[in-house]
């Protein structure tokens, strides 16, 4: 049976440009052929796609609130990326795989993350907390209740498994599988002296972990904080408490296109493909 019969709402999320309406207007007819009913608010989908690379999806899963009662699908208007499994070049292929039962859905942990006493924000690929000036901070990193390090340095990033092949990588965090829910979390340039020190490498935690990093109040005290492709307009941030969100998104995607073909194709390019 189709996956999609009684998932014929979609809501369609995109950077509004006029080279993406264009796009967007050919999905909706050939989308309408194929009876599904293009929505104007998220209340009312049962699909939310994004269309764009991998940063739109980003956008489409925040500004859409992580829905838990929706499919998320990435279509991709360049190549494939890690959230896109689709192309606007092959529409056509994407409503015969939805038909035809040739997709899947995968969950997707995601990470809940507290800013002192504020609502908590989620994040898809990481979130990150940097100095804003040439200098170093401090937080002190807590696992749990155990005070496990002190870290002087640029920042810190942590991480879900599918962020792992993001701003986690060019830190050289380890790629992880998203079928295991863990947090990993990976230092950006620390600091290592007699009085500061820092394990050195990325370590995973694991769902019932929670993560708490409390920005040292020395002065150089109002680090930026970035939730995925977002920057918090928290100015001046005490402490954050991070954990696995007890929710985790859906997210429709090829049967063949497994999370480690997309990172085979994307970093260990073969000859002749
Ligand atoms: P960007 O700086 O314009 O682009 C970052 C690149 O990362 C883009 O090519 C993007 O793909 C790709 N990307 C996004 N999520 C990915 C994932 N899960 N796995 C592999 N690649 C991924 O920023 P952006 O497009 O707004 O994306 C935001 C993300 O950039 C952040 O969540 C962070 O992970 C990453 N970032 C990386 C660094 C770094 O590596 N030094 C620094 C800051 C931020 P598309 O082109 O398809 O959008
Ligand atoms: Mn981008």
Same mark, same amino acid.
């Given at each position: 049976m189709s996956l999609v019969t009684s998932r014929t709402n979609l809501y369609l999320s995109y950077k509004r440009t006029d080279e993406m309406e264009k796009i967007v207007k050919q999905l909706q007819s050939l989308a309408e052929e194929n009876d599904f009913t293009i929505v104007p608010s998220v209340e009312d989908a049962n699909i939310i796609a994004s269309i764009g690379g991998d940063n739109a999806f980003l956008q489409a899963t925040r500004k859409t609130g992580f829905q838990q009662n929706c499919l998320y699908v990435g279509v991709s208007t360049d190549s494939l990326g890690f959230? &896109?499994?689709?192309?606007v070049q092959d529409l056509k292929k994407m409503i015969h795989a939805m038909k035809n039962a040739e997709v899947e859905v995968r969950r997707y942990p995601i990470l809940e993350v507290t800013v002192d006493n504020e609502k908590p924000f989620y994040c898809l690929n990481e979130c990150s907390i940097r100095s804003n000036v040439i200098k170093t901070f401090v937080i002190d990193v807590f696992i749990d209740d155990l005070h496990f390090e002190t870290f002087r340095g640029d920042g810190m990033i942590v991480s879900t498994p599918t962020g792992s &092949? !993001?701003? +986690?990588m060019s830190v050289n965090g380890a790629v992880v599988d998203p079928t295991l829910p863990s947090l990993q979390v990976s230092e950006i340039a620390s600091l290592n002296n007699n009085q500061y020190r820092t394990l050195g490498t990325s370590f995973l935690l694991g769902p019932n972990r929670t993560l708490t990093l409390k920005v040292v109040q #020395?002065? +150089? #005290? *109002?680090p930026i904080i970035g939730v995925d492709n977002e920057a918090l307009s928290?100015? *001046? !941030?005490k402490q954050l408490k991070l954990r696995l969100a007890d929710e985790s998104i859906k997210v429709l995607k090829l049967k063949n296109n497994s999370f480690w073909e997309k990172v085979q194709r994307n970093f260990l390019s073969k000859p002749n493909s």
């Open positions: 959230y &896109t499994d689709f192309s &092949t !993001a701003y +986690n #020395d002065g +150089n #005290d *109002h928290i100015r *001046h !941030a």
